[in-house]
Structures are given as structure tokens and as C-alpha cells.
């Protein structure tokens, strides 16, 4: 059986592992599924159609799986996934998804989202994902593995964030920011790539030397965009991160690619 503190509420049907373990004051919904040695540390509300996987710890006052903040929400069954080893602090709240977005809010695995963090409905986060204190993102947002948002910032519905991206404290993204990008400002503008977790993450010198030119060719001043992405992906094509930012920039997305300050309009 499952530890559970005698002031927990569980409710009839929530599928708990054997070793969870809940805290005084959670409350735990019907269709809640807590995977092994999840740990509820007190005060925490886990409701909706939601699923916590193996190792995930959520620390007081998270507030998890309940309604979305979308006023098309009309109480269809969607869901909230989140994968393993997550650790969520305090005062954390997570959507399930809308019939606008496909009915799934999914969190990966490793992440850590730290004291205030929202993570809105239909948002798509990958692993190994930071969110430091109070970011927040909006609905339908999607974040590639690896990316790091700062504190106090700010993600606008429908926006991308690649793997390895980077975003500055304090920073409101209202366009979609490319892999290993480093973004910063009040609307935030590419500031170049980001070289520390680069490094970090073990990507040899070599492919950083590479990713740090094929960037200049992409946000050169000549030509248009769309020149500019053909030259590279013609240059670069063996190199697997820079078409990792090529893909990303050529797949359709309701926001624009978040350029340099410097960047003049180009189609």
C-alpha cells in the first residue's frame, strides 16, 4: 500500500504505486494515476485526468491537473501526462489540455520547475527542461529538451523553443526562439547562441565553432531569409545540430522566428 497521511484525501478510484508516498493536507482526484516512488511532500492538489511518472516529487502548495484557464474549456476529458524524475515546487500549477489543443498538456522526463512556474494548457515540454522561479508559459507552447527559461519570464501562446535554447530572466517571447538559441529583453530579441550550456551539454568545440558560423550566415544582412536558410542547409548539411535549427526554422508555426535586435524585416 501506498504511505499516505491520515489528513490526505484520496479519492475512490486514484491509482496510486505501492511506494508513493502523500504528505499531510494533498488531495488526490479520481482519476489521478501516481507512478512508483512519486512523493507528495503536503498540501499539494492533484486532480483532473492526470499522470505523474515514477519518481516525480512535487513540494507544497503545487496545484496540479486542475481546469484550465481557457474559457473554450468545457470540460472535455483531456489530460495532463507528466513523465519521470520531475521535481516541481512550490505554488507549480499545470493544465490538462483543451479540444483545441489535443486534449494533452505533457511534461517529459528530469525536468525541474521551480517555486511558481505555470505551464498552461496544450503546452508540449520536453526533458531535462528548467524553469526557474515564476516563468510561465502560455497555452500551446512547446519546448524542446534541454531549454532553460529564467525567472519572471514570459512565453506567448503558440510559441516554439528549440533544444539547448536558452531565455533570460525577466524575458517576454513572443516569437519562436531556435535550438541552442540564447534570446533576452523586455520582447525578447536573439542575442546569439547559448555557448555556456553548449558546453555544458559536451558538444565539442568543433560543432560549436560550426553552429557559431552557419548563425552568422543565417542572420546575415544579405538576401532574405529563405535564401539565407537554402545557403546554409546546402553548406551544413552534414552537420546534425545545424540542421537541427534549419528543420526547426522551416516547419510551419503560428509565431515568427525570434531574430537579432539588429535584423531587418526579410521574408
Same mark, same amino acid.
Given at each position: ?15 496510486? =504505486?505501492?511506494? =508513493? ?5 494533498? &488531495?488526490?482526484? *479520481?482519476?489521478?494515476? /501516481? ?9 499539494? @492538489? @492533484? ?18 491537473? /486542475? ?63 528548467? %524553469? ?8 500551446? @507552447? ?22 539547448? =535554447?536558452?531565455?533570460?530572466? %525577466? *524575458?517576454? &517571447?513572443?516569437?519562436? &526562439? ?12 536573439? @542575442? ?11 558538444? *565539442? ?29 546546402? %553548406? ?14 522551416? /516547419? ?14 526579410? *521574408?
Amino acid at each position: 500500500m501506498a504511505e499516505v497521511h491520515a489528513t490526505a484525501i484520496v479519492e475512490s478510484g486514484a491509482r496510486l =504505486a505501492a511506494d =508513493a508516498r502523500i504528505g499531510p493536507y494533498c &488531495v488526490i482526484g *479520481s482519476e489521478v494515476d /501516481l507512478g512508483a516512488g512519486v512523493v507528495l511532500e503536503a498540501h499539494v @492538489v @492533484v486532480g483532473g485526468r492526470t499522470t505523474i511518472g515514477a519518481g516525480t516529487r512535487i513540494y507544497p502548495f503545487a496545484s496540479i491537473g /486542475l481546469p484550465p484557464q481557457d474559457l473554450k474549456y468545457a470540460g472535455e476529458p483531456s489530460t495532463l501526462e507528466i513523465g519521470r524524475h520531475n521535481v516541481i515546487r512550490e505554488h507549480v500549477t499545470m493544465n490538462p489540455g483543451t479540444k483545441g489543443g489535443g486534449m494533452v498538456t505533457s511534461v517529459g522526463d528530469e525536468g525541474l520547475f521551480m517555486i511558481g512556474c505555470h505551464v498552461a494548457h496544450d503546452c508540449r515540454i520536453g526533458n531535462n527542461v528548467v %524553469m526557474a522561479n515564476s516563468a510561465a508559459l502560455g497555452g500551446h @507552447v512547446h519546448i524542446g529538451d534541454f531549454a532553460i527559461l529564467g525567472g519572471l519570464s514570459a512565453v506567448h501562446q503558440f510559441v516554439r523553443i528549440g533544444a539547448h =535554447a536558452i531565455i533570460g530572466g %525577466m *524575458s517576454g &517571447v513572443e516569437n519562436d &526562439v531556435i535550438p541552442y538559441g540564447s534570446v533576452m529583453g523586455d520582447r525578447a530579441h536573439l @542575442v546569439g547562441l547559448n555557448l555556456v550550456g553548449l558546453k555544458r551539454r559536451g558538444f *565539442s568545440r568543433e560543432v560549436i565553432h560550426v553552429l557559431r558560423n552557419a548563425y552568422r550566415l543565417l542572420f546575415a544582412q544579405e538576401g532574405t531569409m529563405n535564401e539565407r536558410l537554402q545557403d546554409v542547409a546546402q %553548406m551544413f548539411d552534414d552537420n546534425e545540430a545545424v540542421m537541427d535549427i534549419i528543420r526547426f526554422m522551416q /516547419l510551419p508555426s503560428q509565431r515568427s522566428i525570434c531574430q537579432p535586435k539588429n535584423e531587418r524585416a526579410a *521574408s
